[in-house]
């Protein structure tokens, strides 16, 4: 079945970096565009970023432009979002998002707290 399992998150000070990863299992990645998402307490969940099945084309939130990459490598299932020059307001649950025909695929999330 499929499966996306998040890693990568934690505690880093403002304007540190930190990288997340979310393996794939349980479908063909290479055919799949893959997304970030992210939660933070009291707000809806928001799309960070998005990368096309390739791996280029990506979109980007306003707010996370010039700071978060996203990019995906296709031989190990595994897509990645970069995150510099973090800022407290990107303390959030951050998830990865696949839709396969009608349904979104969620993996359980994984919590990147900015604070000094």
């Known amino acids: 079945q499929v499966q996306l399992v998040e890693s990568g998150g934690g505690l880093v000070q403002p304007g540190g970096s930190l990288r997340l990863s979310c393996a794939a299992f349980?479908?063909?990645?290479?055919?799949?565009?893959m997304s970030w998402y992210r939660q933070a307490p009291g707000k809806e969940r928001e799309l960070v970023a998005g990368?096309?099945?390739?791996?280029?084309?990506?979109n980007y939130a306003d707010s996370v432009k010039g700071r978060f990459t996203i990019s995906r490598d296709n031989a190990k299932n595994t897509v990645y979002l970069q995150m510099n020059s973090v800022r407290p307001e990107d303390t959030a649950m951050y998830y990865c998002?696949?839709?396969?025909?009608?349904?979104?695929?969620w993996g359980q999330g994984t919590q990147v707290t900015v604070s000094s």
């Open positions: 998002k696949v839709g396969i025909g009608w349904r979104d695929f």
């Open positions: 990368v096309s099945t390739g791996g280029l084309a990506m």
């Open positions: 349980g479908f063909r990645f290479i055919n799949y565009d």
